[in-house]
């Protein structure tokens, strides 16, 4: 068992921990297999296995059965499940459609529900229940109160709450305005602008994911992985001194790695050439801005021309243009991720005199 644990706890290391979380949603997006009734089962038998036999580690069952965590936990299997329900729907759609029928909810020929009773009485029945589970939970799980806030004592780790800790991983990796205020701001320009920049009739109000496969990877891409994964890092991974633990390995104050990290001016200028940084701070981050500029210009134009064609015949220029920098912009989070744990690269462009790092 000991070997099973190091080989997790290893695997767990968030710079190889990403990369799997991607492949495997990449590949189960390919394998309709996965989305069925069997599937399901067989993912939700492994993952409630893997619980049970690791609730059997103490430094494990701390960790998952704090207060705190015990809803995201929670959040883990539902997340799940409605993401294997709704890509169900939209598989098992598709292999309607390819035998000659109509999808599941075009064959409904009476779709009106009356507000009462029906609406009204299965409110009434959640409500009760959802309030009972409440008055359990509220008894038997013991709300984690601490003494009032104390500006000298920081517990350690200090967190936010886990609807905040997606933010406050970004936080690592970017300056507190971006992180805080720019990319929560894209985010939502993005969700508004994305009925206007959807050119793809089809899909719409039936599931299916052969019709709408860029969207629907793309949204489970950021949501999924950008959102969901990034709040169970900062829930179960994140120990003190806001350094990464394995699940199974012991969160131990004492342990200090030091911060190796370094800009990429830093790289080039004293790495490569071997000189000192420029004393201007355009000369010094020119290579940085360069590769900015390439980022979000080169790319579009290389992808309109080879794996979005399509799209970008169909959106026209503008549209295609806004579309790829939203894109582009959210996949920037993991490449800067991936960058600051495997090469220990902290700012592509750092110019602390205006507060502009990125």
Not at 87 to 100: I, M, P, S, T, Y
Not at 272 to 283: N, Q, R
Request: glycine fraction near 6%; include cysteine; charge should be positive.
């Amino acid at each position: 068992m000991d070997f099973v644990k190091n080989i997790i706890n290893v695997l767990s290391a968030p710079e190889i921990l990403l990369p799997i979380a991607i492949v495997i949603l990449l590949i189960s997006l390919r394998k309709p297999g996965f989305w069925t009734r069997t599937g399901g089962l067989i993912a939700l038998a492994l993952v409630v296995g893997f619980m049970g036999v690791s609730l059997l580690d103490p430094n494990f069952r701390i960790i998952v059965t704090k207060p705190d965590n015990v809803p995201i936990v929670g959040l883990i299997f539902l997340v799940g499940f409605f993401t294997w329900l709704a890509l169900h729907q939209a598989f098992e759609n598709d292999r309607r459609v390819a035998e000659g029928l109509l999808p599941k909810e075009k064959e409904t020929t009476n779709d009106k529900v009356w507000v009462w009773p029906d609406l009204v009485y299965t409110e009434l029945l959640c409500m009760v229940i959802f309030s009972a589970v409440m008055i359990v939970w509220s008894v038997y799980l013991k709300a984690p109160l601490e003494e009032p806030a104390n500006p000298s004592l920081a517990p350690n780790p200090s967190k936010a709450p886990w609807y905040f800790l997606g933010l406050q991983e970004m936080l690592v990796y970017y300056d507190p305005w971006i992180a805080g205020v720019f990319l929560p701001s894209l985010i939502i320009v993005g969700l508004m602008a994305t009925p206007f920049l959807d050119v793809n009739p089809k899909g719409n109000g039936y599931f299916t994911f052969k019709e709408r496969k860029y969207e629907i990877t793309v949204f489970l891409f950021g949501f999924v992985i950008l959102w969901i994964l990034l709040i169970i890092l900062g829930t179960f991974l994140r120990g003190p001194n806001w350094n990464f633990f394995g699940p199974y390995q012991y969160w131990d104050v004492h342990k200090l790695l030091p911060l190796n990290n370094v800009n990429l001016s830093e790289v080039i200028f004293v790495k490569w050439l071997g000189v000192g940084l420029p004393s201007h701070w355009f000369l010094r981050e020119l290579p940085g801005m360069i590769v900015v500029l390439l980022y979000f210009l080169v790319t579009p134009l290389l992808f309109a021309k080879t794996f979005f064609k399509k799209f970008f015949l169909s959106m026209g220029a503008v549209r295609f243009q806004i579309m790829m920098f939203l894109l582009l912009c959210m996949f920037s989070l993991p490449i800067k991720m991936l960058l600051r744990w495997l090469i220990n690269l902290k700012y592509i462009v750092a110019i602390p005199e205006f507060f502009f790092n990125i």
